[in-house]
T-cell receptor, first 114, second 109 residues
């Protein structure tokens, strides 16, 4: 399968714990995006990378959130000291610079903070 | 600011035609996307319009008017499997998509 993959698919954690999610983009795509989606809403942009460089971070991304893409391939999103308000679906997408801005989404990681 | 509006919910009958509207006001414009999202799943690409007019792809068509900041998605010969959320999205520049809240479509027999 050559699509975008995300792990884990589901994560349940207690408030105050740290969690880390992984995204593997389509192999030839050099842009990688993270979005957050809550029930009944569209995805909200969090951050994006071009190769290993993080080029933009949303104001939604508090200092408890950090994302990396160390070798320009897979990416991780870490949330420290989770809060109940962090419960959401975290979506990863990738795109090619040569494309028409179309982004291909992974299946998402559903986070539940209890 | 960035603003994309679409109706929250719509209902339709199997076999019918439904039109989902989207209006946008964004700082930039590099085309407009429609994505389909079934409950609990990732958004999947339906269409991309960058020029004014109608783009047809099977049962789905998408229309764009840049001067009016308006688009619609037209679904014909509705099937039960078309029950999903339909997301309108605009890339104001090259880095991110701004999404509307999505329109939840329910198709009844």
């Amino acid at each position: 399968d050559t699509g975008v993959s995300q792990n884990p698919r589901h994560k349940i954690t207690k408030r105050g714990q740290n969690v880390t999610f992984r995204c593997d983009p389509i192999s030839e795509h050099n842009r990688l995006y993270w979005y957050r989606q809550t029930l009944g809403q569209g995805p909200e942009f969090l951050t994006y990378f071009q190769n290993e460089a993080q080029l933009e971070k949303s104001r939604l991304l508090s200092d408890r959130f950090s994302a990396e893409r160390p070798k320009g391939s897979f990416s991780t999103l870490e949330i420290q000291r989770t809060e109940q308000g962090d419960s959401a679906m975290y979506l990863c997408a990738s795109s090619s610079l040569a494309g028409n801005y179309e982004q291909y989404f992974g299946p998402g990681t559903r986070l539940t903070v209890t | 600011g960035q603003n994309i509006d679409q109706p929250t919910e719509m209902t339709a009958t199997e076999g019918a035609i439904v039109q989902i509207n989207c209006t946008y006001q964004t700082s930039g414009f590099n085309g407009l996307f429609w994505y389909q999202q079934h409950a609990g799943e990732a958004p999947t690409f339906l269409s991309y319009n960058v020029l004014d007019g109608l783009e047809e792809k099977g049962r789905f068509s998408s229309f764009l008017s840049r001067s009016k900041g308006y688009s619609y998605l037209l679904l014909k010969e509705l099937q039960m499997k078309d029950s999903a959320s339909y997301l309108c999205a605009v890339p104001p520049n090259t880095d991110k998509l701004i999404f509307g809240t999505g329109t939840r479509l329910q198709v009844f027999p």
